[in-house]
Each structure stands twice: as C-alpha cells, then as structure tokens.
C-alpha cells in the first residue's frame, strides 16, 4: 500500500533556529513530491514540489531535498520565525495517477520566543 | 485560496440527517477534489471530479456522494450522516503552475456529527 510517514510527529524549537522535517515513502513508482505548509484553522498551501528527477528545491527560508533510492526527503527550515508555526505535509504523486496524492500526516511545528 | 470558497465553514448536525457541502470556483478549473482531514491521518481523497458530470471515487468514498452539474460548483453530499464523518473537508482544485498541476485547497469546513 502507498504510504508517506513523517517525522517528528511535532517538534518545538526557538525563534531563530533551524529545524529538519523528515518524510518516508513507499510510493512507486511517482512522479512528484511536495511539500505543504497547513496554518491552523486553514487549507494547505504548497511549499515546493520536485519531480522524481530532482534532488534539492528551495522556496525562501525552506529547503526540500529528495533522495529517490532511499525514498526520503526532507524538509529544512532556516532562521525559524514565529510564523513558521504550522503543520507541514509531505505529499506524493503515484505516476499516472496525479488525481490520487497520498498525503502524510504531518509534522506539527512550534516556534517560540 | 485561488479563488477557492467553501459553505457552510461550520456545522453541527444529528446522526441520520442528510448533510451538503459546497465548493465554488470562479477560475474555470476543470479539476475539483473532495478531501477529509482527522487527526493522525493525512488529508484522505474523497470524490473527485474532472468535468462536468464527471466524477470518480477516492479512497474513502463510502456514504459520500458528490455532484458537479457546473464547472464552478462541486457538491458534497453525505446521505445520513454518521458520527464517524466527523471531520473537516477540503476542497481542492488542480491547476497548472510551470511544469506541475499544482492543488490549491480551500478553506475547509468543520463538520461536527452528533
């Protein structure tokens, strides 16, 4: 069965700091890779996608890298501010079959001052 | 929220009752996704749909059902609502940014079965 897992299931670091979100993946073969940032009370909101192909891709303070021969990726955060604070989902894309993503369940991040 | 709204944001409702959620699109975009979200679970796909009158299956479509009889508007229905639908769904729609079909998701709704 496709399944993503991520981990930490949350973590809490100070304002500042740098974090490592991690995702597994038994999806094969797939197409793309994304991540999401979900505030809470509000839908998700793509933080970057990378093809199969790709091995880094980086949107501001967020970096995602992908390791396709071990199916890991992860997602780094630099200079955490209090606004990072959110839940950030690791998303993949079966190939041929785009409509279907499979979702993991999320790292639920706090950043304090 | 490219343009994305759902109705009601909230709701409570009674087993047994028959519930409808609504997404509206003002984009045009040919692809609309049902999602629901519980906690320790990642977002689960419902119903999806491809145009209109044109729908299929997720993963967990058991006792949902869903229209599309306008391009803007993807309906969600649950039947006879049980406290296991508890839940909040998202609406989505499927876009093309560069290269990728990227999901935009709306706000969501917070549905509370009792």
């Known amino acids: 069965k496709n399944q993503v897992e991520q981990s930490p299931q949350s973590l809490i670091i100070l304002e500042g700091k740098n974090c490592t979100l991690q995702?597994?993946?038994?999806?094969?073969?797939?197409?793309?890779l994304r991540w999401y940032k979900q505030d809470t009370g509000r839908g998700p909101v793509s933080l970057t996608i990378m093809t199969f192909s790709e091995n880094t891709k980086s949107n501001g303070r967020y970096t995602a890298t992908l390791d396709a021969d071990t199916k890991q990726s992860s997602l780094h955060i630099t200079a955490s501010q209090l606004s990072d604070s959110a839940s950030y989902i690791c998303?993949?894309?079966?190939?041929?079959?785009?409509?279907?993503?499979?979702f993991g369940a999320g790292t639920i991040l706090r950043v304090k001052s | 929220d490219a343009g994305i709204t759902q109705s009601p944001r909230h709701k409570v409702t009674e087993t047994g009752t028959p519930v409808t959620l609504r997404c509206h699109q003002t984009?045009?975009?040919?692809?609309m996704y049902w999602y629901r979200q519980d906690p320790g679970h990642g977002l689960r796909l419902i119903h999806y749909?491809?145009?209109?009158?044109?729908?299929d299956k997720g993963e967990v479509s058991d006792g949902y059902s869903v229209s599309r009889s306008k391009t803007e508007d993807f309906l969600l229905t649950l039947e006879s609502a049980t406290s296991s639908q508890t839940s909040v769904y998202f609406c989505?729609?499927?876009?093309?940014?560069?290269?990728?079909?990227?999901?935009?998701f709306g706000p969501g709704t917070r549905l509370t079965v009792l």
């Open positions: 995702c597994n993946y038994t999806v094969s073969p797939f197409s793309n």
């Open positions: 989505a729609i499927s876009a093309t940014q560069g290269a990728y079909n990227e999901q935009f």
């Open positions: 998303v993949v894309s079966p190939m041929g079959d785009g409509n279907k993503l499979v």
């Open positions: 984009e045009n975009h040919r692809y």
């Open positions: 749909s491809y145009g209109v009158k044109d729908t």
